[in-house]
């Protein structure tokens, strides 16, 4: 075994929300890299249930318990990354579990440091948090409110917000591919997407090389953008890129489309999502940060930069929290 394999053999990470698309492929490359995981999920096949909008979730003394599962593993940990979350239902249910995976993150951190660990907690933001939009009530508003209780709480060291995730083969239905051949127009939208083995991969690389760990924990965390490769809205689902023909009824169908919330239907809200995007004020939003706006990256943070398909980049922060959207807008000189 590598010095590498051998240090990192006795390292381990805790994966809340574990049964996740990206925790199970998370798992999967801390795994391959060495570290051993802790997976905490709501139900089986995880010995570790823990429903986070248990208010005992929310207690470091729950998870002092808990932890007892990383040393009888080997090690104390590394790393403690929120993976839960909830993306559709009543607006209630969605905050309630967005923002209790913070809870049980923060709780999770301090229980760690009471026992003399000092673990790297990351939290997960979303692209969609960050829409003009700002629907309050939906998997935004309690995305927005999650990450809000992060910058607000001691003990989040990181927020990784990542845009498109890729998964292959994407499971779109036939409608939305339909949809996307025929317009043109959002099938056109630039977007910068990772795959969900992308994702995995640049988590792997922060918890090798944390980025600023607190001790004492920061009064609020670094704030990260996953920068995947750039594509066109179509591409993602298959759609060849093809000449925009201009079509009278195209703008009228994507006024129809932008209307589209659709809850419990995740796929028309998406492309209700896009529409809106491609009509609205901030075209760019699935870009990422606007030229220019990005804070310079630390020498730290241009280790983590990947020479291949994403980059780990320093994500603006403005005072109410709309980042990105605002100086895209500016960029595109548009009315606040
Ligand atoms: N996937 C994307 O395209 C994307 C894009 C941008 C950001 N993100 C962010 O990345 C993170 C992971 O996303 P994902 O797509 O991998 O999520 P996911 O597949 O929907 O997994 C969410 C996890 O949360 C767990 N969970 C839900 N309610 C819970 C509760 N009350 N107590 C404990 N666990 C609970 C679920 O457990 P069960 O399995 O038991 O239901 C599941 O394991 C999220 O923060 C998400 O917002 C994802």
Redo the contacts with the bound molecule.
């Keep these: 075994m590598s010095v590498l394999g051998a240090r990192c053999a006795r390292e381990v990470v805790v994966l ?9 492929l998370t798992a999967r490359a801390l795994r391959e890299a060495g570290f051993s995981i802790v997976a ?4 089986e096949p995880h010995p570790l249930g ?4 248990r208010e005992e ?1 929310w207690q470091p003394a729950f998870w002092s318990q808990l932890l007892g599962a990383a040393r009888g593993q080997g090690g104390s940990p590394r790393a403690i990354i ?6 559709q239902g009543p607006a209630e249910t969605l905050q ?3 923002l ?2 913070v809870r ?1 993150l923060v709780a999770a951190a301090t229980a760690a440091r009471e026992q003399g660990a000092h673990p790297l907690t990351l ?6 948090e960050h829409r003009p939009e700002r629907d309050a009530r939906g ?1 935004a508003g309690a ?1 927005r409110e ?1 990450h809000a209780y992060c910058l607000t709480t001691p003990g989040v060291d990181v927020v990784l ?5 890729q ?1 292959t083969p994407s499971p779109a239905p036939a409608f939305v591919r339909f949809t996307l051949r025929h317009l043109p127009a959002l099938a056109a939208v630039p977007v910068k997407v990772c795959s ?1 083995e992308d ?1 995995a991969q640049a988590l792997v690389a922060l918890v090798r090389h944390p980025v600023a760990p607190g001790e004492p924990p920061p009064a609020s965390p670094s704030e990260l953008w996953l920068e995947g490769r750039e594509a066109r809205l179509g591409e993602l689902f298959g759609i060849a890129p093809h000449p925009v023909r201009a079509r009278t009824w195209e703008p009228w169908m994507l006024r129809a489309l932008a209307t589209l919330r659709g809850e419990g239907f995740p796929w028309l809200a998406r492309l209700g999502g896009f529409a809106r995007i491609a009509l609205g004020r901030a075209p760019n939003h699935y870009l990422g940060p606007a030229p220019g706006t990005a804070p310079t990256p630390s020498t730290e943070l241009r280790e983590l930069m990947s020479p291949g398909r994403w980059r780990i980049l320093p994500f603006p922060r403005s005072a109410d929290h709309v980042p990105f959207v605002r100086a895209a807008r500016e960029a595109a000189a548009l009315p606040p």
């Design positions: 809340l929300g574990a049964r996740g698309l990206l925790a199970s905490v999920g709501r139900a823990v429903d986070v909008t979730a929120n993976f839960v979350t909830c993306k309630q579990v967005n209790a995976g049980a939290h997960l933001g979303s692209a969609a998997y995305k999650a917000t990542l845009g498109i995730v998964r969900a994702v």
